[in-house]
T-cell receptor, first 110, second 115 residues
Framework: RKEVEQDPGPFNVPEGATVAFNCTYS??????FFWYRQDCRKEPKLLMSVYSSGNEDGRFTAQLNRASQYISLLIRDSKLSDSATYLCVVNPYNTDKLIFGTGTRLQVFP | ETGVTQTPRHLVMGMTNKKSLKCEQHLGHNAMYWYKQSAKKPLELMFV???????ENNSVPSRFSPECPNSSHLFLHLHTLQPEDSALYLC??????????????FGEGSWLTVV
């Protein structure tokens, strides 16, 4: 089983739609979780950390489900500028090592 | 302006060449990383340095040789590469404190083509 798994997509959604991505992780002892965003031919950039109680940043909401070992990202009122690849990132060993998923591609159309 | 800078941004090299990728971070971080990103594959962690000491070598072939002279600089020396080594090489840094919540910041990457 891969350490971090994501549906590669693409998810094609119209502007204004709500879209959700899930990511599963294999190491139940993992403590740190993040969502990164990567635009085409650019470096990944931190979108948000994922906290145990769930957290929200504007139109973006991240959730953690430890029992089922997955994290989710919800995007409300999608914008064209949200089109990107969203990378799920896990720190499975609580060290300086982060593991990335393959990413989920989102395409928002007018 | 990014806090992590990489040079060169693009590199084309033959299989017998020797070249180096350079990374510099201006964020005061203590940990630095090399990741490889190939098409349709997840980012692969190659090397981790913490306070200049290598803490991770993720089974990387010896034709890739990292060097970390100080906490702000990281090099990746390349020698006798193969065409399948063509990829985006990303440098990153973080302020690793020994606890969880370790956010890393990436440079813009070096696009490497091996011919």
């Amino acid at each position: 089983r891969k350490e971090v798994e994501q549906d590669p997509g693409p998810f094609n959604v119209p502007e204004g739609a709500t879209v959700a991505f899930n990511c599963t992780y294999s190491n139940s002892a993992s403590q740190s979780f993040f969502w990164y965003r990567q635009d085409c031919r650019k470096e990944p950039k931190l979108l948000m950390s994922v906290y145990s109680s769930g957290n929200e940043d504007g139109r973006f909401t991240a959730q953690l489900n430890r029992a089922s070992q997955y994290i989710s990202l919800l995007i409300r009122d999608s914008k064209l500028s949200d089109s990107a690849t969203y990378l799920c990132v896990v720190n499975p060993y609580n060290t300086d090592k982060l593991i990335f998923g393959t990413g989920t591609r989102l395409q928002v159309f007018p | 302006e990014t806090g992590v800078t990489q040079t060169p941004r693009h590199l084309v090299m033959g299989m017998t060449n020797k070249k180096s990728l350079k990374c510099e971070q201006h964020l005061g971080h203590n940990a630095m990383y090399w990741y490889k990103q190939s098409a349709k594959k997840p980012l692969e962690l190659m090397f981790v340095y913490n306070f200049k000491e290598q803490t991770e070598n993720n089974s990387v072939p010896s034709r890739f040789s990292p060097e970390c002279p100080n906490s702000s600089h990281l090099f990746l020396h390349l020698h006798t590469l193969q065409p399948e080594d063509s990829a985006l090489y990303l440098c990153a840094s973080s302020h690793y404190t020994g606890t969880s919540g370790n956010t890393i910041y990436f440079g813009e990457g070096s696009w490497l083509t091996v011919v």
